[in-house]
Structures are given as C-alpha cells and as structure tokens.
C-alpha cells in the first residue's frame, strides 16, 4: 500500500460505503476509508501487477511452484487473484473477502472473473473460515486491511496459529505487513512464534511493505544458485522480476554465503 495525493478523478464507488475509485496515468486505483491505496489496475491490461508488494508476494513460487490449491484472504481489486487465475491454471483459488461491497466493486470496475470450476469468492470472515477448514490450501495469502491499519481479527495470536493449521504439508502462508503500521513487530512475533520461526522476509521494490514467507515444514532447496535457477525459469514463464525477488531475500534473512537459512 501507499499514499495518494491530488488525484484528478475520484469517486465513491458505493454511495455511503467509503469505497471509492479513482484514475490517473491509466491506472485505477482502490480506496477503503482513506487516500491509502488498497489495489490498483493499469487499464490496457488489467491482469498486471501494479504495486510491488503485489508482485512480491508471488515469490511464494519460489519455493512452492506447483501449488494445487490457493486461499486469498482479503479481496481488495483482486491483483493477486487475477494474476494467479492468468498464471497458474492448474490450480484452484478460493478468495474469502469480509465485505460484500467489495467484492462487488471488485467486478465492476476491476475485472475479478465470476466464479467458475477453479475460482470461487465467499463473502465470509476468513478469520472464522479457516477454522473451520483444517490442511485445505498448500497456498494462504493474506491481504487484510482496512483504510488505515492490518485487519485486527487477522492479525491475531490466534489467527496465524489457525492459518498454520489450514496449511497442508509443503505449504506456504504469505503474509504481506505495512512497515508503518504500529502493529509491525508485534504481528512480526506472532507469526514467528505460530510458525516456531520456519519464516522469511521480502522487502517490496517500493519502499513500505515487507511480505512474510512463513512455512508449515522448512523448506528444501535454498542454496542460492537453486533459487536463481528458479527465478529464471518462472521468469520465463510469466514475466515477472522471479530474479530481483531473490535478491531481495538476500536484504533481510540470515544466510550463509550458499544458501538462504530458513
């Protein structure tokens, strides 16, 4: 997420929501409450990932390539859940998103797909949902926040314990956290005690949001020139930076000149 100054165009996509749009250099952007951008979407090719958390937050491929089902905790524009349903066709994604209006807006005027056999949006609490789904993703994203600040039920104790538990074997929650938020360390903590510590960082391209890898088993394969490897081939694949985000990891984790050390 980021700040948004003097916007040309800005509207209110439901009346009395606070769920308002606005337009500039062809993007679309989301806004809930607040001149905080919450997604965003270039108009001459919708699937793009505007923001660089958003792109960030698909290093999860790095070490789970071939997840078969995905769970999207937050709806927002749907970046992620666009370029996930374009990008990985042999899996099924499930977004849980709290507020019915968004979910509506998101159709409307950022071109979320309708459900179908392989992409399905609940109106629905995730925090209350994953409780109720034990071993259900091999994927968990999570992207909830209101205008100003980390949804509090999803930032819980609690909650990460849940979402650990809603992971299957091999899997992979990605948590993406607002570095300005006050509630940073204190999320930060939480996840690596749910997690006994099995975690990593990404730090975004554009400065201000750093994206948690946190792991249900401690993954394989994470020498250096493996994860390089990697990258070039989903690079290849999708077009996405793959070799920047290792790089990235590189910033924030303990290594030891071989291998990252998770």
Not at 48 to 58: A, G, P
Not at 155 to 168: I, K, N, Q, R, V
Request: charged residues 25%; aromatic residues 8%.
């Amino acid at each position: 997420m980021s700040l948004l100054f003097n916007w040309r165009r800005r509207r209110e996509a439901v009346p009395g929501s606070g769920i308002e749009i606005s337009e500039q250099g062809g993007v679309r952007y989301l806004h809930l409450g607040s001149d905080t951008i919450q997604s965003a979407m270039r108009l001459s090719d919708p699937n793009e990932l505007v923001l660089s958390y958003t792109r960030s937050m698909m290093g999860f491929l790095l070490f789970c390539p071939q997840p078969q089902r995905l769970l999207n905790i937050g709806l927002g524009g749907g970046s992620t859940a666009k370029w996930i349903y374009r990008n990985l066709p042999q899996a099924q994604q499930l977004v849980l998103e709290l507020d019915s209006r968004v979910i509506a807006v998101a159709r409307q005027f950022f071109n979320v797909p309708q459900d179908d056999d392989r992409f399905r949006v609940l109106a629905c609490d995730g925090a209350d949902w994953i409780a109720q789904h034990p071993q259900c993703a091999d994927v968990i994203l999570l992207d909830g926040y209101t205008g100003k600040a980390q949804a509090g039920q999803l930032a819980t104790d609690e909650f990460y314990a849940l979402a650990g538990a809603a992971l299957t074997r091999e899997g992979v929650m990605v948590v993406n956290l607002w570095g300005s938020d006050r509630m940073f360390d204190l999320s930060l903590q939480r996840i690596e005690r749910a997690f006994d510590g099995r975690i990593c960082l990404l730090p975004a391209e554009q400065r201000g949001n750093v994206i948690v890898f946190a792991f249900q088993r401690r993954p394989t394969h994470l020498r250096w020139d493996e994860l390089r490897e990697r990258a070039a081939q989903l690079q290849q694949r999708t077009g996405l930076e793959f070799p920047r985000l290792v790089d990235g990891l590189r910033k924030l984790n303990p290594e030891d000149g071989k291998r990252l050390l998770i």
